[in-house]
């Protein structure tokens, strides 16, 4: 079984920045892709950014390209999401996520049914 445990949500001013962590514990699965999502009140939840074990597929979506980056530490178990210039449409939850593929087409890495396990959340609130 895998855990991951979300943290370093919280309320910002938009400009802001924010560091979410996702540490995974469990089986070993230093070549998993991992995943950011996020969903917001009343919406699906949506891709935010993915990167496999190697970093030779990292994938963003295209509202956050520019300003969020997606990083890993194989030796922490942990995948770090930075985001940066903060807007009020990033407020949502934030659920991290692994799968199984390695190396993952853009397609499969940006849908939700590619991971395998996910954490709990952690609330992202920005406010103008």
């Known amino acids: 079984q895998v855990q991951l445990v979300e943290s370093g949500g919280g309320l910002v001013q938009a400009g802001g920045s924010l560091r979410l962590a996702c540490v995974r514990s469990g089986r070993t699965f230093s070549t998993y892709t991992m995943g950011w999502f996020r969903q917001a009140p009343g919406k699906e939840r949506e891709f935010v950014a993915a990167r496999n074990w190697s970093g030779d597929n990292i994938y963003y979506a295209d509202s956050v390209k520019g300003r969020f980056t997606i990083s890993r530490d194989n030796a922490k178990n942990t995948v770090y999401l930075q985001m940066n210039s903060l807007k009020p449409e990033d407020t949502a939850i934030y659920y991290c996520?692994?799968?199984?593929?390695?190396?993952?087409?853009?397609?499969?890495?940006?849908?939700?049914?590619?991971?395998?396990?996910w954490g709990q959340g952690t609330q992202v609130t920005v406010s103008s």
């Open positions: 996520a692994a799968s199984k593929f390695e190396a993952p087409s853009v397609v499969t890495a940006k849908s939700v049914i590619s991971y395998d396990y």
